[in-house]
């Protein structure tokens, strides 16, 4: 069973930074895209961010510039650096990886409040 295992959810002040890390198996780090998705209540899951295994990236709209995804092949773990944050970043990412098939994270929650 594939698993992804996501960290660094939390609380943040407007204009803080929060790191998210997504950790998957060998196979499915070196063949997958992996990406980071987020649904805030009542809304829609939306993108985030997305890395390709040859580290083509793709931003969600408007978070180019604040959000950055990164994978570190050593620890087959994706990060979403996220600077600059905005109450309106508030939501559920969730990480997840897609080729053959799709696999989701458990979803971690991040709120940005003062």
């Known amino acids: 069973q594939v698993q992804l295992v996501e960290s660094g959810g939390g609380l943040v002040q407007p204009g803080g930074s929060l790191r998210l890390s997504c950790s998957a198996s060998r196979r499915i780090f070196s063949n997958y895209i992996m990406g980071w998705y987020r649904q805030a209540p009542g809304k829609q899951r939306e993108l985030v961010a997305t890395?390709?295994?040859?580290?083509?990236?793709q931003y969600g709209d408007s978070l180019e510039g604040r959000f950055t995804i990164a994978r570190d092949s050593a620890k087959n773990t994706v990060y979403l650096q996220m600077t600059n944050m905005k109450p309106e970043d508030t939501a559920v990412y969730y990480c997840k990886a897609f080729y053959t098939s799709t696999y989701w994270g458990q979803g971690t929650q991040v709120t940005v409040s003062s």
């Open positions: 890395i390709t295994p040859y580290n083509l990236t």
